[in-house]
């Protein structure tokens, strides 16, 4: 029933952006099969994602690895990024404006992901907004998204991206790793990740409903109006 719901609302989501002023591009949502192996790939951007991606230097594709220099989100005023977050809140503006501004808690990524599914870590360097054209009628709460464009602003340690083209997973499409470096995310998030607090294994190559509330909240909780904690 889960698999389904989510398999309905993504094709809607495809449905009410198409028309959208800056292009959004919905990961399809797959029926996940277990197999005896797990595979590791490097990240493959779509046919319409590439000319963003294109324009990203070496560094600017990989936002947060283990094994290199540590990453932050803040400072970048002006420069050209390419981001992923979670959507942690929507603000539509007035319906004259045609614009709308997602809360994003970012995630860092070191450039490999499970061959079968999108994996980011989940731990992250704080939140950051992004302005897009269009309506946010469809963007679903606590889903994935990658988001690419200029930082135009920082306000209290929170950038703002002016949002060129974003990728969305929606849930069932994408899980989490354990790896990563410091966390320096926003505390609020944190308090909703069950599994984090009773010591579990935050990886899960074959995700659930329950696994994304356990690990970011209920979506009842999150969307449309949530506030920004200064």
């Keep these: 029933m889960f698999t389904r719901a989510v398999l309905l609302s993504s094709c809607l989501l495809v449905a009410s952006t198409a028309c ?34 294109g324009r990203l230097d070496k560094d600017g594709q990989v936002t947060g690895s283990d094994f290199g220099k540590s990453f932050r989100i803040q400072g970048k005023k002006g420069k050209y990024v390419s981001w992923y977050g979670i959507v942690r809140g929507i603000s539509p503006g007035t319906p004259d404006a045609g614009k709308y501004t997602l809360l994003l ?41 990658r988001v690419y464009g200029k930082v135009v602003t920082e306000d209290s340690n929170v950038p ?36 984090c607090k009773s010591g579990g294994r935050i990886y899960n190559p074959y995700p659930t409903g329950d696994y994304y509330r356990a690990v970011l909240g209920d979506p009842e909780d999150f969307g449309i109006h949530l506030q920004q904690v200064k």
């Design 20 to 53: 959208a002023q800056t292009p959004v591009e919905i990961q399809p949502v797959k029926q996940l099969v277990r197999t005896g192996a797990l595979a590791t790939c490097g990240y493959t951007p779509t046919t319409t994602e590439g000319a963003f991606f």
């Design 160 to 195: 703002q991206i002016a949002v060129e083209f974003m990728r969305v997973w929606p849930w069932l499409s994408f899980t989490f790793t354990d790896l990563g470096p410091e966390d320096h995310g926003n505390p609020r998030w944190a308090e909703y990740c069950t599994l």
């Design 105 to 145: 808690e970012q995630k860092f990524f070191d450039g490999m992901t499970d061959c079968h599914i999108m994996l980011v870590s989940e731990r992250g360097s704080g939140d950051f907004q992004a302005t897009l054209e269009g309506s946010a009628d469809s963007i679903p709460a606590l889903a994935l998204v």
